[in-house]
Structures are given as C-alpha cells and as structure tokens.
C-alpha cells in the first residue's frame, strides 16, 4: 500500500499545484486567467470616471443602457486597429434603432502616457459618422489604480519594458443598463455576426448570461 | 583522487553555463519565443543531465520514489509549457530562474531515476513525453489565437513547428532504443 502512496501523494501535489496555477483547469493563458480571476458574469462593472473624445467627464454606470465595451491603445502595432475595425462592422450590422437609444459603444484607452482628448478625437474621425460610439480615456486615475481597475474588468495589460508596446486582452464586454458585465466575448474566437447577433439577442432578452 | 578533480571541474562548467544561460544570456534568450522555449528550457534539463551523468553513485533504487520522480518531471514539463507560465517567466526574470533551477533538477532527477528504472517504465516515459511535445507543437501550431502574450504568433506558430519536429524525433529514438533492447532479448 505504501508503495502506490508515494507516487499517488506525488500526483496529487502536481495536479494541486497546476489546478491552482490555472484556476482548476479553466485558464491556461494569462488573459484568461485574469478574466477568470476577475469572477463570473454578471458581475459589477467597476466603476471609473471617464474623458470622452469631446472632453466630457461620464461613469458607465451612468448611461443606464447596455454599452458594448473594448479597450485599446493608439500605438497598437497591430490588434487594437484590427478589433477596432471589427467593432465598426458589428457596430453597422446592429440596427439604428437600437444604437445609440438600447446600446452604445464604448472604446477606452489604457495608455495614460501616450494617448490624450485629442488624439483619440483624431482616431475616433477616421471611422466617419459613428453616433453612438464614444471613445474615451480614464479621467484624473493614476497608473496603479488603473492597472486595478482594469483587473477588476478582467484585463490583462502589461506594458513591454522599453518598447511602448502594451501587451494586453481584446475581450469586448457587454454592460447592462444595470452596469452589470453579462457577456464577454472573445474576438480571436468569435466572427462579427455572432457579436453582433449575441449582443442583440442579449438586448432582446434573448441571451442569458455568460462566460462567453 | 582524479573522478573528484573531474567531477568537481564538471560542477564548476555546468553552474557557470546555468549562470550565463539564467543572467547575461536570459534578455536575449527571453526575446523570441523559439529561443526561449526551445533553447532556454531544454538548455537547463539537458545541464541537469550532464551533471547527473557525472555522479554516478546517485540512484533512485525504490520503485515508488522513481514513479514519483517520473511524474514531478512530467508536471514540471507540463507546468513550463503552459502560456501564463511561458509569460510570467518573460516578464519576471525572478520567476524564470525558477523555471531554470525546476529544470535543472529535472534533468538531475531524469538521470538519477533512469538509472534503476525497468525497462517499460522508461519507454513509457520517453513516449509520454514525446506525445506531450507533440500535442504542444500542434496546438501552438494551429491556433490562430496568440496564446502568450509576451510574443506574437508567428513566433508561437514557429515554436510549435520546432517542437513537432523534436517530438518526432524523441518518438523515432524511443522506437529505435525499444527495437535495439527488444532484439537483445
């Protein structure tokens, strides 16, 4: 009997450490784990105060609709623009009726060194006429409380040392008007129609809530 | 007199390399992903093994202990192949050198253990491993989702086609050592 214990107590470590490594099995990469660490949907969207692109302080937790939220940074070599241009297709896929009144979109900074009012203006006009899309940056936070917020979200961001590149998640999160987080999506996993068909259902009551 | 004079200076080679791989060389090895999951990780175990090879007194001789060696090597395998691991060890050097003494030791261990081990333990082993590496390389392969964040995924889809072609190495040299013992019997 002791001869099968030893190796047995031996596995039962390892898998113990690994499953507390990976938040027992569930999260493999560091942006999942963060989002995982964050808890399970619905949860409270944290709350921030906000500089939109015209210089108008908002909350999320104020605009008592569902917001369809990302984060990105201006000096993105490459994924931010591509989310971005993902985003602008769900955003013309969803009816007029529904954006701005049900749903707004919502796409935050997260380089408080780089980016400002102005240059986010400047971004925000490439995409044309897009009501209901506000972009924004964190207004009057600190780098550290920041970087809590944001794994509060469920972001993980990381700002490679010396290079300017922030290494970082692309989940978009749907808030509810109850400033609730009830969906999250994953744009490397999903297609635009689903988003957009998911998001919608969402805001038909269609959907309920989940992980993903 | 001149096995401990041998041994010693062997010692001495084998830190003074983990120390060059784990602090001038851990920048540059820590850039890319091939080089640090293909050169820096395997770098460590394979030092762990030279400096087992060098003290051939140590040998697990109970069974039990060498099963339970045989699964702290795979979990320590498993444990640095995982993407958060491969990101935390890029972003904190601290937590990297942890990696580098883990395979250290593994590699220690794997020479010490195999030393007493029955033969079909050790073919299980090898082609366990082998079909862990596999299945990594396929999956960093395949995925078109970057998986660590620290590097971007053409680096990720060019670790996963060295480590295919590693495990296919490591199954055709299991295969040759089964056959090779197979035909002495």
């Not at chain 1, 030893?6 to 999942?32: H, R, Y």
């Not at chain 1, 899309?133 to 600190?142: H, R």
């Not at chain 2, 762990?48 to 003290?55: D, E, K, N, P, S």
Request: proline letters at 4%; aromatic letters at 14%.
């Amino acid at each position: 009997m002791k001869k099968i214990l030893i190796p047995l107590v031996a596995l039962a470590i390892c898998m113990f450490v690994i499953s507390k490594w990976t938040d027992t099995f569930k999260a493999f990469t560091v942006f999942s784990y963060t989002l995982h660490q964050a808890g399970n949907t619905p949860r409270d969207f944290p709350d921030i105060p906000m500089i939109d692109q015209d210089g108008k302080v908002f909350h999320i937790k104020d605009k008592h609709k569902y917001v369809l939220l990302n984060f990105v940074y201006l000096n993105c070599p490459g994924v931010c623009q591509k989310v971005n241009n993902r985003l602008e297709k769900i955003y013309h896929s969803i009816s007029p009726e529904e954006v701005p009144s049900q749903l707004e979109f919502v796409t935050v900074s997260f380089d408080l060194k780089n980016d400002n009012v102005q240059k986010i203006k400047k971004y925000r006009s490439f995409f044309g006429d897009i009501n209901g899309w506000t972009f924004a940056l964190p207004y009057q936070t600190t780098q550290n409380d920041f970087e809590q917020y944001l794994q509060k979200v469920g972001i993980w961001a990381y700002p490679a040392p010396g290079s300017g590149i922030i290494n970082h998640s692309v989940y978009i999160f749907l808030i509810s008007p109850e400033n609730k987080i009830i969906r999250i999506f994953d744009p490397a996993r999903e297609d635009d129609l689903t988003i957009a068909e998911k998001a919608q259902s969402c805001l038909n009551g269609k959907l309920t809530s989940s992980l993903y | 007199m001149l096995k401990w004079k041998i041994n010693i200076i062997v010692v001495l080679i084998v830190f003074v390399l983990f120390y060059l791989l784990s602090y001038p060389l851990n920048n540059w090895l820590s850039l890319t992903m091939p080089r640090h999951q293909l050169l820096q990780l395997p770098a460590m175990f394979v030092l762990g093994i030279t400096l087992g090879a060098f003290f051939k007194k140590i040998i697990v001789k109970n069974i039990s202990y060498s099963i339970a060696g045989i699964i702290f090597i795979m979990a320590s395998l498993i444990f640095w192949m995982l993407p958060r691991s491969v990101d935390e060890s890029v972003i904190h050097p601290a937590f990297n050198r942890i990696m580098h003494f883990n395979m250290l030791v593994a590699g220690f261990s794997t020479i010490a253990i195999f030393r007493n081990m029955i033969f079909e333990i050790k073919i299980f082993f090898l082609g366990m491993t082998a079909a862990m590496l596999l299945a990594t390389g396929i999956t960093l392969r395949v995925f078109d989702m970057l998986l660590c964040s620290s590097f971007n995924i053409d680096q990720q889809k060019e670790t996963g086609f060295y480590l295919i072609g590693i495990a296919v190495g490591l199954f055709i040299g299991t295969l040759i050592f089964l056959f090779k013992k197979l035909s002495k019997k």
